[in-house]
């Protein structure tokens, strides 16, 4: 399968602050790459589809521009949460090949 | 819209019990597939099932599909510590197969 990883695997920030999540294909060249949120001791819910060489596809609800992604390479997708909120504080994973999954980013927002 | 529901939320069992988890979706899905997060991880995804009435095992594990394609059940044998994790089951959207849509997990604690 493919290996994915994700850095920062933790960070606290200030609110108002942005931060910069990175997904990485190790071993697979992706065309696709998945964006999920996972809060405390909830299912995983899908913010987006990260599509190289062009723009995201959001899920309902998600905010394009709060939540800003780009796929710049097949092997790099990066996340970033602009001016964060406590209530954005959650568990971001990506995954490529629908079915690998990155080890996490733990966000903290104060 | 298009859900997946799974019971139970939260099961406690001594070692050596069996546990089951099943999962059922208000559709008919083209795959099911099984994933296991433990503690303070990341899914890792377990099994893919395609087929109607299909059953598949992994050791312990054992796998099933409904013949209508809409349920699926993950049964594990003998339980041990370290089969601790919430397991979940996810089937794709209908209209984009490559869009997955998650159940809410069983969370599985295993008293040693």
């Not at chain 1, 299912?43 to 959001?58: D, Q, R």
């Not at chain 1, 939540?67 to 710049?72: D, P």
Request: charged fraction near 15%; charge should be positive.
């Amino acid at each position: 399968g493919a290996v994915v990883s994700q850095h920062p695997s933790w960070v606290i920030c200030k609110s108002g602050t942005s931060v910069k999540i990175e997904c990485r294909s190790l071993d697979f060249q992706a065309t696709t790459m998945f964006w999920y949120r996972q809060f405390p001791k909830q299912s995983l819910m899908l913010m987006a589809t990260s599509n190289e060489g062009s723009k995201a596809t959001y899920e309902q609800g998600v905010e394009k521009d709060k939540f800003l992604i780009n796929h710049a390479s097949l092997t790099l997708s990066t996340l970033t949460v602009t001016s964060a909120h406590p209530e954005d504080s959650s568990f971001y994973i990506c995954s490529v090949a629908e079915q690998f999954f990155g080890p996490g980013t733990r966000l903290t927002v104060l | 819209g298009q859900q997946v529901m799974q019971i139970p939320q939260y099961q406690h069992v001594q070692e050596g019990e069996d546990f089951t988890t099943y999962c059922n979706s208000s559709t008919t899905l083209s795959n099911i597939q099984w994933y296991k997060q433990r503690p303070g991880g990341h899914p890792v995804f377990l099994i893919q099932l395609v087929k109607s009435g299909e059953v598949k095992k992994q050791k312990r594990l054992t796998f099933q599909f409904g013949e209508a394609k809409k349920n699926s059940s993950l049964h594990i044998t003998a339980t041990q510590t370290t089969d601790v994790g919430t397991y979940f089951c996810a089937g794709p959207y209908a209209g984009n197969n490559r869009k997955l849509i998650w159940g809410l997990g069983t969370s599985l604690a295993v008293n040693p």
